[in-house]
């Protein structure tokens, strides 16, 4: 089994900064692809950033884009989610899953088989 525990989540101002954090424990060495998801009230669950724990590759959301910066620190089993120029439209609860299957899946949330309980971001205008 696959433990995922996120932080870092919390309330900031537009324009502001948060790092998200997530821990991955357990059995993972069949990890493959670490996503960063997001959930506002009333919308459906969208991915905003995935990486490949082997490799440089990332992936971004259109609308976070240069705001965002997916990292990991694989002697930590860790992956961070770095928010830069936060907006409103940023608010949603920010969940971490892993994925074992090729990156070449990343957008798949199907695939993605453990979770985080999430953490909530809010961004007051």
């Known amino acids: 089994q696959v433990q995922l525990v996120e932080s870092g989540g919390g309330l900031v101002q537009a324009g502001g900064s948060l790092r998200l954090s997530c821990v991955a424990s357990?059995?993972?060495?069949?990890?493959?692809?670490m996503g960063w998801f997001r959930q506002a009230p009333g919308k459906e669950r969208e991915l905003v950033a995935a990486?490949?724990?082997?490799?440089?590759?990332?992936n971004y959301a259109d609308s976070v884009k240069g705001r965002f910066t997916i990292s990991r620190d694989n002697s930590e089993n860790t992956v961070y989610l770095q928010m830069d120029s936060l907006k409103p439209e940023d608010t949603a609860v920010h969940s971490c899953?892993?994925?074992?299957?090729?990156?070449?899946?990343?957008?798949?949330?199907?695939?993605?088989?453990?979770w985080g309980q999430g953490t909530q971001v809010t961004v007051s205008s």
């Open positions: 990486i490949n724990w082997n490799d440089p590759r990332t």
């Open positions: 899953a892993l994925s074992a299957s090729s990156y070449t899946y990343y957008r798949r949330q199907d695939l993605y088989i453990n």
């Open positions: 357990g059995n993972t060495m069949s990890r493959s692809v």
